[in-house]
Structures are given as C-alpha cells and as structure tokens.
C-alpha cells in the first residue's frame, strides 16, 4: 500500500458589526461586535475547512455550503466542519495535520486558544495535537487592526492511501 500527502490552504474572511455573536473556532468570544455570515460566521472553522477542501482537491466550501442556501442561515461552523471531514474521507482521505492563524486586534484570541483547538480536532475527529492554532495582530493597521474584521488562514495535510 502506497500514500499520497495533498496540503491544501485556507483562507476566510468575515466583516465584525454590532449585533451578532462573535463565533471563532466554536468559541462564543464576549465582544461588543460579532461576524457577519449567513451561518454563525466562524472564520477559523471556515478557513480550515476550505484548507481541507483544497487538499482533496474538492473545491471550497461555498460549493459544498452555497451562502445563497437558506438552509445554511445560522447554521453552526463546527457541524459543517464535521461534514466536510466525512466528505473527504469519503474521498479516501484522512486528515495529518492543520496549523491556523487568527488576524485581529480584538478580541484578544489567546485566552480562548485551547478550547478553540478542541473544539476543532474533535469536529474533525482528530487528536487536539494535530490542530495548531495562533494569533496576531496587525498593529492597528489594514482593516483587521481597524477593527473592521478577522481574517483567518489555515494549511493542512491529508494522506490518500491508495491499493498496489
């Protein structure tokens, strides 16, 4: 039996108002404003889930999750993460490894970096070992250090096992 590695990459973006719940990594983080989305607007879940989408090569998550589906309003990141790990590992696929970055000036991310790791891997049904997440600022600047936003990156790796 031979295997083959596939990195895919991940990026997401949601624009902060007031209003909504600040929903990041399946953490409801206490903030004056929170993401504006159809579902609960979970940049890091989403980011990562376009990483693994990448990876297996089966597009992105608005053509698994179309944001024109009113099926999808307030629909909750961490179940749809879910999903899209049964989906490619439906492909043949099992997940290695992610590493995650949060960009935002508020809220402050750290306090909530364990918990988000958590809730993550076990979403993925995966070892909270094999999920990294990190923060940072932009030092005020760009629309992430205005406050007009959170940005949030993600890579991951996923194996293909294939028959000889």
């Known amino acids: 039996m031979s295997s083959q590695l596939r990195i895919g990459h991940g990026y997401d973006v949601h624009r902060l108002v007031e209003g909504r719940r600040c929903i990041i990594g399946g953490v409801d983080i206490p903030h004056?404003?929170?993401?504006?989305?159809?579902?609960?607007?979970?940049?890091?879940?989403?980011?990562?889930?376009?990483a693994i989408l990448g990876a297996a090569r089966a597009g992105?998550?608005?053509?698994?999750?179309?944001?024109?589906?009113?099926?999808?309003?307030?629909?909750?990141?961490?179940?749809?993460?879910?999903?899209?790990?049964?989906?490619?590992?439906?492909?043949?696929?099992?997940f290695v490894d992610a590493d995650c970055t949060?960009?935002?000036?508020?809220?402050?991310?750290?306090?909530?970096?364990?918990?988000?790791?958590?809730?993550?891997?076990?979403?993925?049904?995966?070892?909270?070992?094999?999920?990294?997440?990190a923060a940072t600022t932009t030092e005020h600047l760009g629309w992430e250090g205005q406050g007009e936003g959170i940005g949030a990156w993600a890579v991951c790796l996923l194996e293909k096992k294939s028959e000889e």
């Open 60 to 94: 992105d998550i608005g053509k698994l999750f179309p944001d024109t589906d009113p099926a999808y309003e307030g629909a909750d990141s961490l179940l749809l993460l879910a999903r899209v790990m049964e989906h490619v590992r439906g492909l043949g696929f099992e």
């Open 32 to 50: 004056d404003k929170g993401l504006l989305g159809l579902s609960d607007a979970d940049v890091l879940a989403h980011a990562l889930a376009d």
């Open 102 to 133: 949060i960009a935002c000036q508020e809220p402050k991310i750290s306090p909530h970096r364990d918990q988000m790791r958590a809730n993550l891997s076990r979403a993925l049904g995966v070892d909270i070992e094999s999920v990294g997440v």
